[in-house]
């Protein structure tokens, strides 16, 4: 339940803001980034349309969310470790201008972002199927896998 609302959490914030632009996904290289992360449809969710659809929607959007966040860091290494309080204005401002790149990059996704975001406010509710269930807590363990490689790659950026 925790990795859902986590899930949840992070999305919601990813679409507070929209966009069209793509910048800050086509800036790098994409050798030098994660592979991307694949995520398994156990086989007694194979043949469920919605379980499969949570499974593919969330799929791409950890992906698509792990090259921004990559390409971010990547762009912006010289603000990365320092307090809030030892920004000076203007790296404040690129710190806002981030905010912005990540809601941008993830826009396209918003259709599909709003179908999930239910069926995550259905899961709390108790009301979906033992099988949709399943498929959000694969992707809640995606998501989670992925932020733990991310953080493992670039754990003494910073430092």
């Known amino acids: 339940m925790k990795k859902i609302l986590l899930v949840s959490i992070i999305a919601t914030f990813l679409f507070s803001c ?6 800050a996904s086509s800036n790098s290289n994409d050798s030098d980034k994660l592979p ?4 398994e449809i156990p086989s007694e969710l194979k043949g469920n349309k919605d379980a499969e659809e949570i499974i593919t ?4 959007m950890i992906n698509k969310f792990s090259n ?3 390409d971010i860091i990547k762009d912006n290494k010289n603000i990365i470790g320092k307090k809030s309080d030892d920004l000076s204005f203007m790296e ?3 710190v806002g201008k981030i905010a912005v790149q990540i809601a941008a990059s993830m826009a396209e996704f918003a ?3 709003i179908n999930f975001q239910s ?5 709390k509710k108790g009301d979906i199927s033992d099988e949709e269930a399943k498929a959000i807590n694969q992707v809640g363990e995606a998501f989670e896998q992925r932020m ?9 950026l910073g430092k």
């Open 18 to 23: 929209s966009s069209n632009n793509e910048e």
């Open 68 to 70: 921004t966040l990559e």
């Open 111 to 113: 259709p599909k972002f």
């Open 92 to 94: 404040q401002i690129q």
């Open 57 to 60: 929607t969330g799929e791409e």
């Open 148 to 156: 733990d490689e991310i953080n493992k790659k670039y754990e003494n």
């Open 36 to 39: 991307a992360l694949k995520i």
């Open 119 to 123: 069926k995550i406010e259905n899961f």
